[in-house]
């Protein structure tokens, strides 16, 4: 075996590879949040159809075949499905600097989820098959830490450029010529994608774990595991995709909302949720994780559960509260707690999944999972809030109302959703393996 066959094969190393593939995509997902301003100039949009790109036109199809590619992900070589979908959905996004109309910019939108739908139900089999029961709370988590790395990346990148360029400036770049600045980013986030794709070639395709009750494979054996176990999914996928609409409704228009509501440049605002999502996050998804395998090693199996319940409770006064701070400050301050309790629970969510799943349809319910989850969190959130602005309250001041009215309403939703889960998911843990 050769070095770099051992290194490949480490599951230390194999968590760092798709948590740096994972920051990418949340990078190129994500950079659009601070360009709404120029682009929405140029292109001549509303907070609708800001929205629509911010996350339908992602989500749809990032749900859609999420759900074939997982079962490719249970029958074939996951390493090289990832590899594949980080080609597409970077060459995507560098696509998207070419946009010149809304239409043109939804289409390039549309390839970078279908790409990116290859990455999470593999990498999550992947990481099931690395790492034990007891750490897989803390190893979700690590991985988790990408969509805070990559949003915060997203932030920062686009807050450079067009505070070096300003709002309607414009760069000229090798071989593609004059752009405007806001186009000129997704070229630069896009490309060092092929870097990632080669460097995840590099990991090794491990032999599934066989928990006990694994049988089939098909999509008929998914369909079988949702219709037997519905009291626990519909708690689990419900709660999970509320709280995520709650998260990308806030964080795709908050930015904004610090632009419109105190009057802050977007560079300034850039680098403030940059800060916020880079320190913030990562300690909110590890301390989730550290804290549902904390609760399963104190005798509860319903850790991952119990462990998103209580953060949505702890969510709730703070994301309240946050719209209605007097001041830029004040908003920043509360907006770092939320973003903490935000990321408190995901990594527990997707390591939840893995443990239920028998191993033939692990890929496949994460998928499902993550077509709930995103399709309800990703794809209306931001549509929610821009539509509670354009059409109750009619005022693009009004933004902060309409953040208080998704996070206010829909938080305990999903922390009572989650509660109803606990029992029926410890039911089921009875005879899976500890």
Do not use: K
Not at 2 to 26: C, E, H, K, M, N
Not at 137 to 157: P, Q
Not at 286 to 304: E, F, N, P, Q, V
Not at 406 to 424: D, F
């Amino acid at each position: 075996m050769t070095t770099s066959d051992r290194l490949g094969g480490r599951p230390s190393y194999v968590l760092g590879v798709l948590t740096i593939a994972y920051t990418l995509s949340f990078v190129d997902r994500q950079i659009l949040t601070l360009l709404v301003g120029p682009i929405q100039r140029d292109l001549g949009l509303s907070d609708t159809r800001i929205s629509l790109l911010q996350g339908l036109a992602f989500a749809i199809f990032y749900t859609i075949m999420g759900l074939p590619i997982g079962r490719l992900a249970d029958r074939t070589n996951r390493r090289r499905l990832i590899v594949v979908g980080i080609v597409v959905w970077s060459g995507m996004t560098a696509l998207s600097g070419f946009a010149q109309t809304f239409g043109q910019l939804f289409l390039a939108r549309i390839g970078v989820g279908i790409g990116e739908a290859a990455l999470s139900p593999a990498a999550y089999s992947l990481i099931r098959d690395y790492f034990p029961t007891r750490q897989l709370g803390r190893a979700a988590s690590v991985y988790n830490v990408g969509v805070h790395l990559g949003g915060a990346l997203a932030l920062v990148i686009g807050g450079v450029v067009v505070g070096h360029l300003g709002t309607g400036g414009e760069v000229t770049l090798p071989l593609i010529g004059t752009i405007r600045s806001w186009q000129a980013v997704f070229f630069l986030v896009g490309i060092p994608g092929f870097l990632v794709a080669a460097l995840v070639a590099t990991i090794r395709e491990p032999p599934r774990h066989q928990p006990a009750g694994g049988t089939g494979g098909s999509a008929g054996e998914l369909l079988r595991f949702l219709r037997t176990h519905g009291r626990l999914m519909v708690a689990h996928l419900g709660g999970f995709s509320t709280l995520s609409l709650v998260a990308y409704g806030s964080g795709a228009w908050a930015p904004t909302f610090l632009i419109r509501t105190f009057g802050w440049e977007p560079a300034a605002t850039g680098t403030a949720y940059g800060l916020i999502s880079l320190t913030a996050g990562p300690i909110g998804v590890l301390a989730g994780g550290a804290y549902a395998d904390w609760l399963y090693g104190r005798g509860h199996r319903d850790a991952t559960l119990r462990a998103g319940m209580h953060s949505a409770w702890l969510l709730l006064p703070f994301v309240v509260a946050t719209p209605l701070m007097p001041s830029a400050a004040a908003a920043l301050a509360l907006g770092w707690v939320v973003t903490l309790l935000f990321a408190f629970p995901f990594g527990a969510a997707a390591a939840a999944i893995q443990v239920i799943a028998p191993a033939p349809i692990r890929a496949q319910l994460t998928a499902f999972y993550l077509f709930v989850s995103t399709l309800i969190g990703l794809g209306f959130g931001p549509v929610v809030v821009a539509l509670l602005t354009d059409r109750v309250f009619q005022d693009p001041a009004a933004l902060r109302y309409a953040l208080l009215v998704v996070g206010g309403v829909l938080t305990p939703v999903a922390a009572l959703l989650l509660g109803s889960g606990l029992a029926p998911f410890r039911t089921h843990l009875r005879g899976v393996e500890p």
